[in-house]
């Protein structure tokens, strides 16, 4: 079953939400329509039970290309109004970073600028060998507004962040997983078959047990160590009293696969 809108199509394919960016015409460039279509999108799937990933990727070989720079300039550059726009992409990219489904950028073409703030948004991603894949924002003299400052550094470290935001250099897909940058890359006429490898191991697990353990993986960077240490205790009480928990046990004693009923 495929939803469409102008700038965002989604596709509800089994237990997988296909998420299509829809603005072939601009490299499927960013507009405050399509981000608000993009969040209400995020907020359905993650309320969906029977979806348990999320992919993200562009429609005619193109993920994102970042901002729409005729909107911005018609609408934004030299207005009060300006910072409106970068709340409203960081508010989406942190819903696409917390939401309890997990995600996957496929990344065609060009992934740059705010394109690229949705892949790093994302759990996972699978390149294309050719993608173009980088910041960006320093060779037009803008900024990034939706997480390049903080989600980047925990990624790659400072030096790559730095080296990739301060040269607004483009990574190829190969280049992007030797960077630490993505999870994998694949000839283009093989991605479709690397994605759909990379999904299967996402789609069986428990729902609960996904949404506790990426919530927890989340907060990693983010406190000492005795406090991680504290979410840690609370994270396997929580398995361990959860009917996914048991289940999980039984199946694996009595040598079947699990039935999960996320909880």
């Known amino acids: 079953m495929v939803v469409e809108t102008d700038h965002v199509l989604l596709e509800k394919d089994g237990d997988v939400a296909r998420v299509w960016l829809n603005r072939p015409h601009k490299k499927n460039a960013v507009t405050v329509e399509l981000l608000h279509r993009l969040d209400e999108i995020i907020k359905e799937v993650d309320a969906d039970p029977d979806l348990k990933v999320l992919v993200l990727r562009g429609v005619e070989n193109q993920f994102c290309s970042g901002f729409d720079l005729d909107e911005l300039l018609s609408d934004f550059i030299g207005t009060t109004t300006a910072m409106d726009v970068a709340v409203l992409s960081a508010e989406v990219c942190d819903r696409l970073y917390q939401m309890k489904t997990p995600s996957v950028a496929v990344l065609e073409g060009y992934v740059t600028a705010g394109g690229f703030e949705l892949m790093i948004s994302c759990d996972f991603a699978v390149a294309s060998d050719d993608a173009k894949i980088g910041d960006f924002h320093i060779r037009r003299a803008l900024f990034g507004g939706a997480g390049p400052i903080y989600r980047l550094p925990r990624m790659i470290g400072l030096r790559k962040t730095k080296e990739l935001m301060l040269t607004g250099k483009l990574l190829s897909g190969q280049e992007a997983v030797d960077f630490d940058l993505i999870n994998a890359s694949a000839p283009a006429d093989e991605l479709d078959k690397a994605v759909e490898e990379f999904i299967a191991p996402l789609v069986d697990k428990s729902p609960y047990m996904m949404r506790l353990t990426k919530m927890a993986i989340n907060q990693g960077l983010d406190a000492d160590v005795r406090s991680l240490m504290v979410m840690e205790h609370l994270a396997v009480g929580n398995a361990l009293q ?5 289940e ?7 040598k079947r696969e699990p039935k999960w009923v996320g909880r």
């Not at 999980?248 to 009595?254: P, S």
């Open 248 to 254: 999980g046990v039984q199946a694996f004693l009595e």
């Open 242 to 246: 959860s009917e996914d928990g048991k």
